[in-house]
């Protein structure tokens, strides 16, 4: 059976650095890293992670301001909004929670936040930095599967990874990371012929397709890592159950390590956006 890595327990031990740090930069500057989390509309799923978020905010001793902002609501009131956080020196973190009502412009609310108070590593200047190997605030979810991978593999040099899935949010940035640490990248999506024997050939799976349980064992060489940064709904028995883009169980028979769902990349991503909130807030000490 394959090695679990818990991203429960690890995102533990990186909530305890936040923890750590957010003592620091209080008693040394006198800062209370801020984070502002926005959320316009009634998405359930999308209230439960900003829930989730202030809920870890609080608990580290980090101050966090959230707006719930109507379905209505204009793009001109938006960015006016996130113009009010950029300009507030108090907040030192903006995120607006994604996926917007469709009939706001989610690149343009992006482009208008401070990029240096952009905790999601979304804006063109961070994703810029980010692809040149430059220091900048880098993606949640990409920067908590790294840490997942580290637990694994000490040394990920000439590793083979093949990422299944091509957002903006994980699968773009996470070809970054890999690329900084040294392994060679495949990038899988939708419209990549034979994915299964990519798959088969990799040291690696990152798998990011928003399809549940399309990774199955015969996708996998025996030992390989498989992160599963997939988060779909499901009806079983009757109840609302959490699976991966991965099949857990016969995966976990072939993969040397595996993240579970859920229980694992979750939680690392919001470890994540709180580890960037002090980095942003150390960056804007005056
Ligand atoms: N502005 C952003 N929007 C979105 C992001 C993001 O990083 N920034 N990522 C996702 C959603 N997301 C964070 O916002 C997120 C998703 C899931 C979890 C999580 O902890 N999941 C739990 C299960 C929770 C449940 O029971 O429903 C787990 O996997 O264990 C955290 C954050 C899209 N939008
Ligand atoms: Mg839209």
């Known amino acids: 059976m394959a090695q679990l890595i818990d991203g429960k327990q690890l995102s533990n031990q990186v909530l305890q650095k936040v923890a750590s740090e957010v003592e620091y930069l209080k008693g040394e500057y006198g800062v209370v890293p801020t984070l502002a989390v926005v959320l316009v ?13 202030v809920k870890r905010a609080k608990e580290a001793g980090m101050g966090s301001i959230e707006y719930r902002l109507d379905t209505e609501t204009t793009q001109g009131d938006l960015n006016q909004l996130v113009a009010q956080l950029n300009n507030d020196p108090q907040v030192h973190g903006i995120l607006v929670q994604l996926p917007l009502p469709p009939h706001l412009d989610e690149d343009e609310v992006i482009a208008s936040i401070d990029p240096a108070k952009d905790v999601d590593g979304f804006h063109p200047l961070n994703v ?54 040294d392994c060679t990248v495949t990038m899988a999506h939708s419209r990549t012929r034979d994915i299964e024997s990519l798959c088969r050939n990799a040291d690696i799976v990152v798998a990011a397709a928003g399809r549940k349980e399309l990774v199955n064992a015969d996708w996998i060489k025996p030992g390989a890592t498989v992160i599963d940064v997939g988060i779909n709904a499901i009806e079983a028995d009757g109840k609302r159950k959490l699976v991966g883009d991965v099949a857990f169980a016969p995966v976990s028979e072939t993969a040397g390590a595996i993240s579970p769902v859920p229980g694992g990349v979750g939680p690392m991503t919001i470890a994540c956006l709180l580890l960037n909130t002090t980095r942003a807030a150390r960056r804007q000490l005056a």
């Open 41 to 53: 509309g009634e998405d359930p799923a999308s209230q439960v992670y900003v829930r989730n978020k």
């Open 128 to 181: 810029g930095a980010l692809a040149a190997g430059q220091a900048s605030l880098v993606p949640c979810t990409p920067q908590g599967c790294m840490i997942m991978l580290r637990q694994v593999h000490q040394d990920l040099s000439g590793k083979h990874a093949v990422v299944v899935g091509r957002s903006n949010i994980v699968g773009k940035p996470m070809m970054a990371l890999l690329l900084q640490a």
